[in-house]
């Protein structure tokens, strides 16, 4: 293809390109220019790998050896790829030492003015890897936490090497005269930072929202962003953290994304994303694009391997006849509602099921054969076992349950407080048999429960697989030292097969997507 990049543009024939004018016109954005009859789009990353333009690597430092002793040989080519590419994701999966490898990357890009962006629950564990990898003092980490006064004082201690700040802090407030309320975002937008780091960066995959809103109108020189799971449901969620990272490798338009990434349908109201693209190409040139700007291994030799278990649980009678009784009432319920209003409400009411299946203790039944199950496990076994279910009222349940049984266990929800003193209870008393958890109390933020126990049960699970994915990673990473056993628990012919199929698809689509960088 003959093509030339002058002046911020892409200059091409339109006889030499291989998908055709209809293409560059609806998915480039490129038009005619009339003094030189060649067709003119805005250069950017993404158009480059849509008319396969090779792409320039974006160097940075010239990185030949990184020495830091700690790290794995797998962790040294990452964080020379960091370092070479400046503004990067790093999606590899949860346990293979993500934290590290950032802490050394800004340190070797020289920066002395570092935003890290966590949640709330993952600040002090910053603060600990900071303090324990770079022995930098107490006082020159700041972190933005508790009152309002408290507030105020950090935000005046901006310019030390390294602050810590959760995402509700940076969502944007302002008055009905359009005046910015926060404080903490305004200051801390007033800075250019030599870094910021979003870790758990899915939390920004809603351009929409304004929490990403916040975050994206920070200035900094470099912009990486740490998350096991970019995906979190369908391609579409990866565009916002590329837009990030690096507009020039997202493209700047979110609908031009996913009408070449994604599969669409009109559902009468607009257009809905079913998942990824069948097209072999496209598929391939979104593997590509993610080459370039991000970092993906799925484990190294010495993680463990994952042995999932779907245990089929039949339900009593009394349950059967519940479940087929709420089922009838939601599709009384739903008829006649508009398309838009029965998608909604359907989804809602599918959360019944699931909670028929889960809990039907709600619903006036007594016996509980996945509590059942649980039971046996745990008393049939002597070691440890970490329980989730996305239902608080499931995890309280269970916990009665568990205390009739005499089975001392620990129980961590969004209630919670102390969240570490449940964690370090759960692993250095060797009386707690079980650690049990909704899925996003405890999706994040939790280390150690891999050094004490490799069984899991899910009693239900997320509709979204890297909500699942979150939870499993508490057990499969550096630390464990034995397979994982993950039981999933579904009774039969109801909402829990149709959810784990589901599961399943979103899950491919996935790992086609990842897959494809190799």
């Known amino acids: 293809m003959k093509y030339e990049i002058k002046n911020g543009y892409i200059y091409v024939k339109n006889e030499n390109l291989h998908i055709g004018e209809k293409y560059v016109l609806d998915m480039s954005g490129m038009k005619l220019d009339g003094k030189t009859n060649l067709w003119r789009g805005r250069d950017d990353g993404l158009k480059r790998i849509m008319l396969d333009i090779p792409l320039e690597d974006a160097k940075i430092n010239d990185v030949d050896k990184v020495t830091f002793k700690p790290l794995k040989p797998f962790q040294r080519e990452d964080v020379k790829k960091m370092v070479e590419t400046g503004c990067i994701l790093n999606a590899n999966v949860m346990g293979l030492g993500k934290t590290l490898e950032t802490i050394v990357t800004l340190n070797m890009l020289g920066c002395n003015r570092v935003l890290i962006i966590c949640p709330k629950s993952v600040k002090g564990t910053w603060k600990n890897e900071l303090q324990k990898w770079t022995n930098i003092p107490t006082h020159l980490i700041n972190i933005i936490d508790g009152t309002p006064k408290q507030v105020e004082k950090q935000l005046e201690n901006l310019h030390v090497p390294y602050t810590i700040v959760n995402y509700e802090r940076l969502r944007p407030t302002k008055t009905s005269n359009k005046k910015e309320t926060n404080k903490v975002l305004k200051a801390i937008r007033d800075i250019k930072w030599d870094a910021i ?35 979190q449901n369908k391609p579409n969620d990866l565009w916002s953290i590329l837009h990030w990272i690096n507009p020039y490798y997202s493209g700047q338009s979110y609908w031009r994304f996913v009408e070449y990434f994604c599969e669409t349908f009109d559902n009468g109201f607009g257009t809905q994303i079913a998942g990824l693209t069948k097209d072999p190409e496209r598929v391939e040139a979104l593997g590509k694009l993610l080459s370039n700007i991000m970092i993906r291994r799925e484990n190294d030799d010495s993680m463990p391997r994952v042995i999932n278990v ?18 009838k009432e939601i599709l009384v319920e739903l008829e006649g509602l508009d398309q838009t209003l029965f998608i909604n409400s359907s989804l809602t009411r599918m959360l019944r099921l699931q909670q028929c299946t889960s809990n039907p203790e709600l619903l006036g039944i007594k016996t509980n054969p996945k509590f059942d199950y649980i039971v046996d496990i745990l008393k049939d076994y002597d070691d440890k076992t970490v329980v989730f279910s996305k239902f608080k009222e499931t995890i309280k349940a269970l916990s009665k349950r568990l205390e009739k049984e005499k089975i001392k266990h620990v129980v961590l929800t969004g209630d919670t407080k102390d969240r570490q003193e449940v964690i370090n209870k759960f692993i250095n008393d060797d009386d707690q048999k079980c650690f049990i958890a909704t899925t996003g109390a405890a999706g994040e933020g939790i280390d150690g429960l891999q050094y004490v126990s490799n069984r899991m049960i899910f009693i239900d699970k997320e509709w979204s ?27 039969e012919n ?14 491919e689509d996935i790992i086609k997507i990842l897959s494809s960088t190799d």
């Not at 779907?310 to 089922?327: A, D, G, W």
């Not at 109801?494 to 899950?507: A, F, G, R, S």
């Open 494 to 507: 109801t909402i829990d097969e149709y959810v784990e199929k589901m599961l399943n698809k979103k899950i």
């Open 465 to 491: 697989p890297a909500k699942n994915q979150q939870a499993v990673g508490r057990l499969v990473r550096t630390g464990q030292k034995n397979p994982v056993t993950v039981l999933s628990l579904n009774c």
């Open 310 to 327: 779907p245990v089929n649980i039949l339900m009593t009678s009394k349950q059967k006849k519940l479940y087929e009784k709420v089922k």
């Open 197 to 231: 780091v979003c870790d758990e960066a899915h939390r920004i995959k809603n351009a929409k929202a304004k929490q990403t809103k916040g975050i994206k109108s920070l200035k900094s020189d470099y912009r990486i962003a740490l998350t096991g799971t970019p995906i």
